[in-house]
T-cell receptor
Framework: NAGVTQTPKFRILKIGQSMTLQCTQDMNHNYMYWYRQDPGMGLKLIYYSVGAGITDKGEVPNGYNVSRSTTEDFPLRLELAAPSQTSVYFC???????????????FGDGTRLSIL | AQKVTQAQTEISVVEKEDVTLDCVYETRDTTYYLFWYKQPPSGELVFLIRRNSFDEQNEISGRYSWNFQKSTSSFNFTITASQVVDSAVYFCALSGRRASGSRLTFGEGTQLTVNP
């Protein structure tokens, strides 16, 4: 009963380093999302995907890249890490429905990332 | 553009008090969905409720109830007889029907502290 799994749970990066945050879901959901949550704030959408091979920008995409080669996986890539990217990153997924109704998103436990 | 406003940044109550968390939203969509999520101190996001714009019936689930009023663009959340375990950050979120992939716009959250 894994749901949405994110790795790693914690990471410290130096300025200018790069890394990939992994996200996988086992619910066969079409839609996947990456959000970031800064301290004391709500979640902001970075990128999302409506299916394998299709990705699009959210509200705060600068400094990030994504890919969606399979239904299950949606990795988030940080290139040239900056202190402003210190945040908690959440991956989420939701199913597509024939009636086009917007379904609740299922969230992973988050990745706490610090850039020093 | 969509917007969710949770004007109450922090609320502190004593156990067994009733508490209402306010949520006001803005959207140009005629069909949309509203959500509440709970984020306990452990950090994960827990889905509580989804409501679509055509269903203005209030909902009660145990000690939780939700009041949806389209006339005032509000979707308020009440906890009756609060308990210490209710201490968490609560997020209201909005998803427009036109938003591809059911993207969510989150409010900034309300930190609820229930004291024994």
């Amino acid at each position: 009963n894994a749901g949405v799994t994110q790795t790693p749970k914690f990471r410290i990066l130096k300025i200018g380093q790069s890394m990939t945050l992994q996200c996988t879901q086992d619910m066969n959901h079409n839609y996947m999302y990456w959000y970031r949550q800064d301290p004391g704030m709500g979640l902001k959408l970075i990128y999302y995907s409506v299916g394998a091979g299709i990705t699009d920008k959210g509200e705060v995409p600068n400094g990030y890249n994504v890919s969606r080669s399979t239904t299950e996986d949606f990795p988030l890539r940080l290139e040239l890490a900056a202190p402003s990217q210190t945040s908690v990153y959440f991956c989420a997924s939701s199913p597509w429905r024939e009636d086009n109704s917007n379904q609740p998103q299922h969230f992973g436990d988050g990745t706490r990332l610090s850039i020093l | 553009a969509q917007k969710v406003t949770q004007a109450q940044t922090e609320i502190s109550v004593v156990e067994k008090e009733d508490v209402t968390l306010d949520c006001v939203y803005e959207t140009r969509d005629t069909t949309y969905y509203l959500f509440w999520y709970k984020q306990p101190p452990s950090g994960e996001l827990v889905f509580l409720i989804r409501r679509n714009s055509f269903d203005e019936q209030n909902e009660i689930s145990g000690r939780y109830s939700w009041n949806f009023q389209k006339s005032t663009s509000s979707f308020n959340f009440t906890i009756t007889a609060s308990q210490v375990v209710d201490s968490a950050v609560y997020f209201c979120a909005l998803s427009g029907r036109r938003a591809s992939g059911s993207r969510l716009t989150f409010g900034e959250g309300t930190q609820l502290t229930v004291n024994p």
